[in-house]
């Protein structure tokens, strides 16, 4: 059974700071990976999606790269907004799962707070 | 593209009645829809998947009687919390999938029942 973990569970940073988030999955057979933003009461946004055939993926201020070997990922924030503030999850799809009926395993997620 | 929208995005009931929640893919034909289930500081908990004109399939230790989903079309699915109790009280989301695609979620019903 696919279990997928977040460190650190909270996360208090100065505005203008670089961060990184972690994501460890047990089962290294995925189709890809996924990072999402919650915001408080809101839906999931997604942020970045990582095949597994890919080592990382970059939008704007944020990169994620993806260890499908050793089971991890990160998302790394640069210069940090207090815009930023919000749950940041990461998800697995598993692998050999074509088509659109699959199931993702969610992380906990990182609650990020950026101090103006 | 790939919007997906719930409604209501929050609802509060009494003990005991039925609460209906929409999930519709409003520019895109959705072959597999999915619930979750997020109690406050946890993660989403998938609570069944449906397919379009097929029975949904739930996840283990999800009642179907009490959690009913209807996959009518395309575009629409459907849940409804058949005698609700507090312990219902959750926030819910939808995602839709085309066939080929990554899920795309909605923004969520804040379901509290009284």
């Known amino acids: 059974k696919q279990e997928v973990t977040q460190i650190p569970a909270a996360l208090s940073v100065p505005e203008g700071e670089n961060l990184v988030l972690n994501c460890s999955f047990t089962?290294?057979?995925?189709?890809?990976l996924q990072w999402f933003r919650q915001d408080p009461g809101k839906g999931l946004t997604s942020l970045l999606l990582?095949?597994?055939?890919?080592r990382e993926q970059t939008s704007g201020r944020l990169n994620a790269s993806l260890d499908k070997s050793s089971g991890r990922s990160t998302l790394y924030i640069a210069a940090s907004q207090p815009g930023d503030s919000a749950t940041y999850l990461c998800?697995?799809?598993?692998?050999?799962?074509?088509?659109?009926?699959?199931?993702?395993?969610f992380g906990k997620g990182t609650l990020l707070t950026v101090n103006p | 593209g790939a919007v997906v929208s719930q409604h209501p995005s929050w609802v509060i009931c009494k003990s005991g009645t039925s609460v209906k929640i929409e999930c519709r893919s409003l520019?895109?034909?959705?072959?597999?829809m999915f619930w979750y289930r997020q109690f406050p500081k946890q993660s989403l908990m998938l609570m069944a998947t449906?397919?379009?004109?097929?029975?949904?399939?739930?996840e283990q230790g999800v009642e179907k009687d009490k959690f009913l989903i209807n996959h009518a079309s395309l575009t629409l699915s459907t849940l409804t919390v058949t005698s609700a109790h507090p312990e219902d009280s959750s926030f819910y989301i939808c995602?839709?999938?085309?066939?080929?695609?990554?899920?795309?979620f909605g923004p969520g019903t804040r379901l509290t029942v009284l």
């Open positions: 089962d290294s057979a995925i189709y890809n």
């Open positions: 995602s839709a999938s085309p066939y080929y695609n990554e899920q795309f």
């Open positions: 449906s397919n379009e004109g097929s029975k949904a399939t739930y």
């Open positions: 990582i095949q597994s055939s890919q």
């Open positions: 520019d895109f034909q959705a072959t597999t």
């Open positions: 998800a697995v799809r598993p692998g050999a799962s074509g088509g659109s009926n699959y199931k993702l395993t």
